[in-house]
């Protein structure tokens, strides 16, 4: 059980079912009293003080992608070497290389208490779009994955390129994605949006954008995205990744597709570790910091969520696979250090992320006691120190 411990900001007793042993409630959540009402049972194993969460979710990430920083340097540390020194590696990748890099970082996301990854996977490789979707397979006992079949080059600059997303969707993807501020023109990226609704609404998928990551403030297809999730019912299946432009506005037109986001149910997700360093490549001083707008996404009423977007890849050569890294640096550069907003962001990772998957877990009776202890005394303090949580699978420490 666990004694005196933080949930929910309250702090309580919980009682949960360990094992077979345990009968009839084996790996359920069976208790939850006012903090010293519970007595231990004779054997039974106590951890007391800390914290209890349910496990987080990771909404954005490119397994396809990860450890392959250090076989590409990015001599300038910018978004568009990134892309070449992908598109240069991408030919050479196998199946077991793929599965061997992408199994390594699940591991590490699972060590951290993430469950559920949400990864997108480039179509431009039909050997990464096969591998992942095995992963997904091989991991499901352990870890919920699901794959979105992201053109990371654009459906509509060359030829080819449609038919490879089309394929990767038909092969078994979960959702689909784009790249609109990628393509060509900005007509042609508000088509991409349009053909992504009608390639998902064919296959009933769900959504994953990757929308308007960059600072000019004439890439405008979140509104695009928002509309057509509105037009086609598609309300809570649609996530807009990045949405960097967002920031660089003007504020009037900001705050109308703020209010735009929240009516239409779409989720913003946040990428913070990877876009602080890509974006505002192209400013000299001031230097924007180039993350979406959090604080003005909340007031108007939308979902946030926050990815951790690169493990060692080509565009961003850190990374632990650590949740509450994207949250701390979060907290940073979107100026989130009031008390409320700093607990926001940490129950973020284990509430609004898990939306693009459906339901988030409850730490409740009757639930299964699946959940993460920290030692911290609180969010902000887990946030300080970005620890590793102690994680209990039905009951059972991993
Ligand atoms: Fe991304």
């Known amino acids: 059980m666990f004694s005196d411990v933080l949930l929910q900001g309250r702090r309580v007793d919980l009682r949960c079912q360990s094992g077979p042993s345990r009968s009839p409630t084996p790996g359920l959540i069976t208790a939850i009293e006012a903090a010293g009402t519970l007595v231990p049972l004779g054997d039974e194993t106590v951890v007391v003080g800390g914290m209890l969460t349910p496990p987080t979710a990771e909404p954005h990430v490119h397994l396809d992608a990860v450890l392959l920083g250090a076989r590409v340097p990015n001599r300038s540390g910018t978004l568009r070497e990134g892309i070449a020194n992908w598109a240069a590696i991408r030919p050479t990748l196998t199946r077991e290389d793929v599965l061997e890099r992408a199994r390594t970082v699940v591991g590490w996301y699972r060590q951290h208490g993430t469950l559920r990854i949400r990864t997108h996977v480039d179509t431009g490789s039909r050997v990464a779009v096969e591998a992942l979707l095995e992963l997904r397979e091989e991991q499901a006992g352990s870890t919920e994955i699901q794959v979105v079949a992201f053109p990371q080059e654009g459906i ?122 890509l974006q505002g490549r192209y400013d000299s001083y001031p230097r924007r910091r180039g993350i979406t707008r959090v604080d003005a996404l909340w007031e108007a009423g939308a979902s946030v969520g926050i990815g951790h977007d690169s493990v060692m890849d080509p565009w961003y050569r ?51 006691a699946t959940m993460l202890w920290y030692a911290a005394a609180d969010e902000i303090e887990a946030i300080r120190t970005r620890e590793k949580p102690r994680v209990f699978v039905s009951g059972v420490e991993a």
């Open 156 to 277: 509509l600059r060359a030829a080819g390129r449609r038919e490879a997303w089309e394929d990767a969707v038909a092969l078994g993807c979960d959702a689909v994605g784009a790249i609109p501020h990628f393509e060509r023109t900005t007509e042609e990226g508000w088509q991409s949006v349009r053909m992504a609704f009608d390639l998902a609404e064919r296959h009933g998928k769900r959504l994953d954008f990757h929308c308007d990551e960059t600072d000019d403030p004439g890439s405008r297809n979140l509104e695009v995205v928002c509309a057509q999730a509105i037009d086609r019912g598609f309300g809570g299946r649609v996530v807009a990744g990045h949405c960097t432009a967002l920031h660089s506005y003007p504020n009037p037109y900001a705050a109308k597709v703020c209010e735009l986001v929240a009516t239409s149910g779409v989720q913003v997700v946040a990428n913070p570790l990877d876009n602080v360093v």
């Open 318 to 368: 850190l990374g632990t696979a650590n949740l509450l890294d994207a949250a701390s640096m979060l907290v940073h550069v979107a100026q989130l250090t009031g008390e409320d907003q700093m607990r926001r962001v940490f129950h973020t990772l284990s509430r609004e992320n898990h939306l693009p998957f459906g339901e988030a877990p409850r730490t409740a009776v009757g639930q299964p």
